[in-house]
């Protein structure tokens, strides 16, 4: 599975991926409908208490519905995600049809919104375990991202279709339809599942305490975190001043409005052919900071130069921006952060991202009664760049540290038996490991002693000795010690360096579970230890020599 695009060699991947678009598709589509009747119901006032209500369970509920993905398997929360959405959205087509009451769709539209709230966060967890490599994972979002921005595009498209040819309930016969297929593709999906530990005593606002801490815990989460909720305060001001913009500023029309939306989802889709360019990048953490500042300067120039040509550019900008923000934020949190509380970060993220676009949607007409449209967009335009400014040396800082740990990725993956393992275990073991600097001549361990480390040469040679017999010797990308570890015996042969030599050490605490717990790598390394008995001189049949 290595090199660009082999992801898509993995069933598992492609059809959680087209799962998403399924399900993000149905997404946009159903915001289409639910607008229509909201607005026909009960005009502009309709609308907007209709979307409050759609908010209100992705802020409240998230972390909570999160929870759950820590504990079973993620493909089954998104199947029932969108099987529930998908049912309740179909089930509004026959009452709009027989021209029933439409508090019943409302209602519908909020079981399928409480439905969809925790789809993100453990589709979002789901991607690392079935990824090999960090550059994998970061092709894989781009991917993702990918068909994000398409579904922007494709929902509308199909309801403004619909619309035209059938009426407002064919758009949710659409949408549900999407959602069920969504639920289909992910049904029964084969891949080794990481081992999550039992829970003795379901606590869920422990659990989702556990989410919140973990943000502060790892380190620079709260970062990612921070600049995400910047993005997503100023993505709710934007939903005001697209309208003030559009309507004031460039004296438009009601379609003018769809002109600006519509070219923040070209910009998207062009972001998201850029987004390639990140795979492999060393400074990820600094993209987002960048992305960020896509977001918040386009606004400051709609106010200095409130063109229609520079507005129509400028809400390009924004689309690659969200591009940006989405595959940098959720490749970031999903290697600083450890699988077992991953899904209830990625809730989090969903809640407060929420809050943030309702807090931005609430400052930015607070702000343009105060100092005037174009005055408000430059003062929140202008927030993001200064933000990323002061904070470039934390991101620059944080980059260092995850470029070090992908480096030393890296290096574990040319073992054979580590090669096997998801990207959150082998994560982990790359933040547990320790860098060890020997000289020529220096044992690293004694015929005898105890097994207390898995070892990788990074650089140098080291000479396994049996009773002072030269067994084979050992360049970088080649482990040894796995075997006593294994096995619970002691070391029987030597292990001495060389030459100058940079071992990875990787402690038994750390190897064993990391091993043991996924069938493929310990198949490998059982087959490892079996060569090394078969071969092994002098070995006894009941005696295994061990490393």
């Known amino acids: ?40 119901d009960g005009g502009p006032l309709a609308v907007g208490l209709v979307g409050l209500l759609r908010l209100l369970p992705a802020a409240v509920l998230a972390p909570v519905i999160a929870a759950y993905a820590d504990r079973v398997p993620r493909e089954h929360v998104l199947v029932a995600s969108s099987l529930v959405r998908g049912v309740s959205t179909l089930a509004a087509a026959p009452v709009l049809v027989a021209d029933g009451p439409t508090w019943i ?36 979002n781009v991917v993702r991202g990918g068909l994000d921005s398409l579904s922007v595009i494709v929902g509308p498209l199909v309801a403004a279709l619909l ?62 975190v921070g600049l995400v909720v910047l993005q997503t ?9 697209v309208l ?30 850029l987004c390639t360019l990140l795979v492999g990048s060393r400074a990820m953490t600094r993209w987002l900071g ?30 690659i921006g969200n591009s940006l923000v989405d595959v940098t934020a959720f490749t970031l949190i999903a290697r600083m952060v450890p699988n077992a509380v991953l899904a209830r970060v990625f809730g989090v993220l969903e809640s407060i991202g929420a809050v943030g676009v309702a807090v931005g949607a609430l400052t930015a007409p607070l702000l343009i009664d105060l100092v005037g449209a174009r005055a408000a967009l430059v003062v929140v335009g202008a927030v993001a760049p200064v933000v990323c400014v002061l904070g470039w040396r934390r991101l620059t800082a944080i980059d ?80 040894f010690g796995e075997i006593a570890l294994l096995g619970g015996t002691t070391r029987t042969m030597t292990v001495r360096a060389v030459d100058d030599v940079e071992l990875y050490a990787v402690r038994r605490a750390v190897f064993l579970p ?27 049949v009941d005696e295994p020599d061990a490393l």
């Open 400 to 479: 260092r540290s995850v470029a070090v740990r992908t480096d030393d990725i890296a290096v574990l993956r040319r073992v054979p038996m580590l090669r096997q393992l998801p990207v959150p275990v082998i994560e982990q073991l790359a933040v547990g490991l320790e860098h060890v600097a020997i000289g020529p001549d220096t044992v690293v361990f004694e015929a005898g002693d105890a097994g207390d480390s898995f070892y990788v040469v990074a650089a140098g040679r080291v000479a396994v000795l049996d009773r002072g017999r030269l067994v084979r010797s050992m360049g970088p990308g080649e482990g």
């Open 244 to 273: 003030v913009v559009a309507l004031d500023l460039l004296d438009g029309t009601e379609s003018s409005v769809g002109v600006l939306q519509g070219a923040v989802g070209i910009g998207a889709l062009a972001g998201s052919a």
């Open 1 to 40: 599975m290595g090199g660009r695009g082999g992801w898509i060699r993995n069933a598992a991947l492609v059809r959680s991926l087209l799962s998403f678009g399924f399900a993000f598709t149905a997404e946009w589509a159903f915001t289409v409908a639910i607008g229509l009747v909201a607005f026909a």
């Open 105 to 140: 769709v409302y209602v519908l539209a909020v079981v399928s919104s409480i439905a969809f709230t925790p789809f993100r966060a453990s589709h979002s967890a789901l991607m690392p375990s079935l990824c090999r490599a960090p550059d994998e994972l970061t092709e894989v």
């Open 514 to 540: 990391a091993i043991t717990s996924m069938s493929e790598a310990r198949s490998t390394a059982e087959a490892a230890r079996r060569s090394y008995l078969d071969h092994a001189p002098g070995a006894a």
């Open 290 to 319: 960048l992305a960020v500042v896509l977001w918040g300067a386009p606004l400051a120039l709609m106010g200095l130069v409130p063109a229609y040509g520079v507005v129509l550019a400028a809400a390009g900008v924004i689309g």
């Open 163 to 224: 619309v035209a040819v059938a009426d407002v309930a064919a758009v949710f016969a659409f949408a549900g339809v999407c959602g069920l297929v969504s639920a289909v593709l992910v049904l029964r999906l084969g891949y080794e599942r990481i081992p999550v530990p039992p829970v003795q005593r379901p606590d869920v606002v422990g659990e989702v305490r556990e989410g919140f801490v973990a943000v502060g815990t790892y380190p620079g989460t709260a970062v990612v």
């Open 233 to 241: 305060m100023i993505r709710g001001a934007f939903s005001v001043f």
